[in-house]
């Protein structure tokens, strides 16, 4: 069994490296940051779109490339080492994925090449009220093919052009497709730790909406695809993770104190092996993630979990000690650690904070042992 990248998807993640030293630096994360208001880099998301990334793992008949998804992990691990401020994810991970699995010919024949080529911006908006997303706490609904409710936060919300929407339909929750820049829809900015990743509060009054999929399925469907996008975006946590860890190393290679280099002294020498374990641990389990998506294997819903879990407490850890690393300097505006920190919170919650998916891989752990228990029998 290869336990890494071929050569192929290594040469792959190496011009992704170049291409986004040169068009997405930390400089270009700053511009958006200071910016206060773009929520994400049009330029770059608009080469990115030119180079095909978007459609990676579209198939080659709906306008993508067709290469699968570990190149889609390769592409997100570079993405998240640059802290690329852009759309990709609510774009690829959520909005194609949610296409792939549920979408009518039509659907996919009309968006898919449009995401593939980075013209259509697309997001999944699903929560409404703090805490857990659950048929409780679910108030839009779509009555005749109308939908109605609020939904808050969606990331990238302020810039997409199409959503798939969680709503309460005439056979129980279901998806929805709607146009955000049709009638009947309203957006508000809302503020987040991270100003890299826009994200908007949506009003719908009697909006459009076109059914994805089987109605009576939304929150099963909802969960494969955040399970999907949940592999994905561990690769970009790892991303990020590793490139938080190398600055921490990098400055503590560099700065000096009582004439020594503050990274011969015990102290710094632990805080950074206990990141690049908690970075290894992490790899392990998005490396797990990407071959059981790959084949859409029957672990795939446990690797998701893992992967999660592992993915977002390194980048977590990693961003924390990359600013305890720099010291006085480290947790200032000047300083970039805080884009790692930023960016780290934010990819813990995009998809339910990380107790939340404790408790999915609790549960889906369970159930795995119990079949395997029953199938012994």
């Given at each position: 069994?290869?336990?890494?990248?071929?050569?192929?998807?290594?040469?792959?993640?190496?011009?992704?490296?170049?291409?986004?030293?040169?068009f997405?630096?930390?400089?270009?994360?700053?511009?958006?940051?200071?910016?206060?208001?773009?929520?994400h880099?049009?330029?770059?998301?608009?080469?990115?779109?030119?180079?095909?990334?978007?459609?990676?793992?579209?198939?080659?008949?709906?306008?993508?490339?067709?290469?699968?998804?570990?190149?889609?992990?390769?592409?997100?691990?570079?993405?998240?080492?640059?802290?690329?401020?852009?759309?990709?994810?609510?774009?690829?991970?959520?909005?194609?994925?949610?296409?792939?699995?549920?979408?009518?010919?039509?659907?996919?024949?009309?968006?898919?090449?449009?995401?593939?080529?980075?013209?259509?911006?697309?997001?999944?908006?699903?929560?409404?009220?703090?805490?857990?997303?659950?048929?409780?706490?679910?108030?839009a609904?779509?009555?005749?093919?109308?939908?109605?409710?609020?939904?808050?936060?969606?990331?990238?919300?302020?810039?997409?052009?199409?959503?798939?929407?969680?709503?309460?339909?005439?056979?129980?929750?279901?998806?929805y497709l709607?146009?955000?820049?049709?009638?009947?829809?309203?957006?508000?900015?809302?503020?987040?730790?991270?100003?890299?990743?826009?994200?908007?509060?949506l009003?719908?009054?009697?909006?459009?909406?076109?059914?994805?999929?089987?109605?009576?399925?939304g929150?099963?469907?909802?969960?494969?695809?955040?399970?999907?996008?949940?592999?994905?975006?561990?690769?970009?946590?790892?991303?990020?993770?590793?490139?938080?860890?190398?600055?921490?190393?990098?400055?503590?290679?560099?700065?000096?104190?009582?004439?020594?280099?503050?990274?011969?002294?015990?102290?710094?020498?632990?805080?950074?092996?206990?990141?690049?374990?908690?970075?290894?641990?992490?790899?392990?389990?998005?490396?797990?993630?990407?071959?059981?998506?790959?084949?859409?294997?029957?672990?795939?819903?446990?690797?998701?979990?893992?992967?999660?879990?592992?993915?977002?407490?390194?980048?977590?850890?990693?961003?924390?000690?990359?600013?305890?690393?720099?010291?006085?300097?480290?947790?200032?505006?000047?300083?970039?650690?805080?884009?790692?920190?930023?960016?780290?919170?934010?990819?813990?919650?995009?998809?339910?904070?990380?107790?939340?998916?404790?408790?999915?891989?609790?549960?889906?752990?369970?159930?795995?042992?119990?079949?395997?228990?029953?199938?012994?029998?």
């Amino acid at each position: 069994m290869n336990f890494d990248y071929t050569d192929d998807q290594k040469a792959l993640k190496d011009e992704a490296r170049k291409f986004l030293s040169a068009f997405s630096g930390l400089a270009v994360v700053r511009g958006v940051l200071e910016d206060g208001q773009a929520g994400h880099d049009r330029a770059l998301w608009a080469r990115i779109g030119e180079q095909g990334w978007c459609g990676a793992a579209i198939p080659e008949i709906y306008g993508g490339l067709g290469l699968g998804y570990v190149e889609l992990c390769a592409l997100a691990e570079e993405l998240g080492r640059a802290v690329a401020p852009v759309p990709f994810a609510s774009s690829v991970y959520l909005f194609a994925e949610a296409l792939l699995l549920a979408g009518s010919e039509d659907q996919k024949a009309e968006l898919l090449p449009l995401i593939a080529s980075g013209e259509l911006i697309g997001t999944v908006a699903g929560t409404e009220v703090p805490g857990v997303l659950c048929d409780a706490t679910l108030n839009a609904q779509v009555v005749q093919g109308r939908l109605t409710g609020i939904k808050v936060p969606v990331t990238d919300g302020d810039a997409a052009d199409r959503a798939v929407v969680l709503a309460r339909g005439e056979a129980g929750p279901a998806l929805y497709l709607v146009d955000l820049t049709g009638p009947g829809v309203t957006r508000e900015p809302v503020s987040t730790i991270d100003p890299t990743r826009g994200a908007a509060s949506l009003r719908f009054e009697g909006a459009p909406a076109q059914a994805l999929g089987l109605e009576g399925n939304g929150f099963e469907l909802l969960a494969r695809i955040q399970d999907r996008a949940a592999i994905l975006m561990a690769f970009e946590q790892l991303g990020g993770a590793d490139r938080a860890l190398e600055m921490a190393r990098d400055y503590a290679l560099e700065r000096y104190a009582f004439g020594r280099q503050i990274g011969s002294y015990q102290a710094i020498k632990h805080k950074l092996a206990d990141v690049f374990v908690r970075n290894e641990v992490a790899r392990a389990n998005a490396y797990y993630g990407a071959w059981a998506l790959s084949c859409d294997a029957p672990e795939l819903p446990v690797a998701a979990a893992a992967a999660r879990v592992a993915g977002s407490a390194a980048y977590w850890l990693a961003s924390k000690e990359n600013i305890q690393t720099h010291g006085g300097i480290g947790f200032t505006w000047e300083a970039d650690c805080h884009f790692f920190y930023r960016r780290a919170r934010h990819l813990a919650l995009i998809l339910g904070a990380p107790r939340d998916w404790k408790r999915r891989l609790a549960d889906r752990l369970q159930r795995q042992v119990a079949a395997e228990l029953g199938q012994g029998n």
